[in-house]
């Protein structure tokens, strides 16, 4: 069964703090992909990142990184320097390519960045 | 703007009503869904409809009624919900990849209120 836990619920930082954001799945299944979506107030996902799991580089993209780390079964996303734009719900999600896309989500962090 | 386009954007409706949401893509994709998100749980996969055919449909209750005239367009069709159906309805698209599921764009949601 495919599975993913963000124990986070919600978590509050002070602008230009960096902040990491846990993910940890499960799967049975030896190909799979990871993705991190950003929900800002507006309410519509934004795709940030997809990872297969054939690839464990860490991977930076201006302010964000992610560590995908296979023996821990984990995918955490960080932001350095956070901004009040950070502030959204950010949801992680492992599909298992099974012909139909179909992601299993977490249940999302709520980022708070105090200016 | 991700190039998906839902409306209406909020809806109350009575338990004996029939109501619909309607989705829309301008991303030329051949894939569309419907995700429902509720307070404090992980959205949950719905509808997917690829290249206009319906793949999945996870154990939703027949109140919920999908509709894809074509690869473009999706509607939710509802009738004699209950409270408990009271829910953002997501509606994404993407672009169904051979090596792998594509990223999903999502539309801002339909926040549906049932009395």
């Known amino acids: 069964a495919q599975k993913v836990t963000q124990a986070q619920t919600e978590i509050s930082v002070v602008e230009k703090e960096d902040v990491t954001l846990d993910c940890v799945y499960e799967t049975r299944d030896t190909t799979y992909y990871l993705f991190w979506y950003k929900q800002p107030p507006s309410g519509e996902l934004v795709f940030l990142i997809r990872r297969n799991s054939f690839d464990e580089q860490n991977e930076i993209s201006g302010r964000y990184s992610w560590n995908f780390q296979k023996s821990t079964s984990s995918f955490n996303f960080t932001i350095t320097a956070s901004q009040v734009v950070d502030s959204a719900v950010y949801f992680c999600?492992?599909?298992?390519?099974?012909?139909?896309?179909?992601?299993?989500f977490g249940t999302g962090t709520r980022l708070t960045v105090i200016p | 703007e991700t190039g998906v386009t839902q409306t209406p954007r909020h809806l109350v409706m009575g338990m004996t009503n029939k109501k619909s949401l309607k989705c829309e893509q301008h991303l030329g994709h051949n894939a569309m869904y419907w995700y429902k998100q509720s307070a404090k749980k992980p959205l949950e996969l719905m509808f997917v409809?690829?290249?206009?055919?319906?793949?999945e449909n996870n154990s939703v209750p027949s109140r919920f009624s999908p509709e894809c005239p074509n690869s473009s367009h999706l509607f939710l069709h509802l009738h004699t919900l209950q409270p408990e159906d009271s829910a953002l309805y997501l509606c994404?698209?993407?672009?169904?990849?051979?090596?792998?599921?594509?990223?999903?764009?999502f539309g801002e949601g339909s926040r549906l209120t049932v009395l």
């Open positions: 409809y690829n290249f206009k055919e319906q793949t």
């Open positions: 994404a698209s993407s672009q169904e990849l051979k090596g792998g599921p594509g990223e999903l764009f």
């Open positions: 999600a492992l599909s298992d390519f099974s012909g139909a896309n179909n992601l299993f």
